[in-house]
């Protein structure tokens, strides 16, 4: 495995950021302001029927993950692909280092790092790590 990973899952309602180094874990969650939010969709209208407050706690789970070597990002709706087009428009250098986007479900924070753990460990074999 490489020196230092993080693995964070996210819906709109939260954020589950894990830094995975060999030996330790650090956690923290990353929640938009003022709570859950209110999609807002009325008929006919375009946009992504999100509240503006989404690059907000984009941007703070952005800054939750800096440091990291590699990132995973997973989760069981949208939000894990919005949140790698806001990296990738405003946050490049986050952006980068972003390994793989997975869909699962509502793990617990022992079973993401387990997940990620062997994602990463999986990665690095077939790279010849």
Do not use: C
């Amino acid at each position: 495995m490489s020196q230092y990973h993080a693995a964070v899952w996210l819906d709109h309602a939260e954020a589950h950021v894990m830094h995975i180094s060999p030996d330790d874990v650090e956690r923290s969650i990353v929640r938009p302001e003022g709570g859950r939010p209110h999609l807002h969709v009325k008929s006919g209208i375009v946009g992504s029927g999100h509240r503006s407050g989404d690059a907000k706690y984009y941007h703070e789970i952005a800054e939750a993950l800096r440091g990291a070597q590699e990132i995973l990002i997973v989760g069981p709706g949208q939000a894990k692909v919005e949140l790698m087009k806001h990296l990738q428009k405003h946050d490049p250098q986050v952006a980068e280092r972003v390994v793989g986007i997975e869909s699962i479900d509502h793990p617990t924070d022992n079973q993401l790092v387990a997940y990620a753990r062997r994602y990463f460990h999986a990665k690095d074999q077939m790279l010849g790590h």
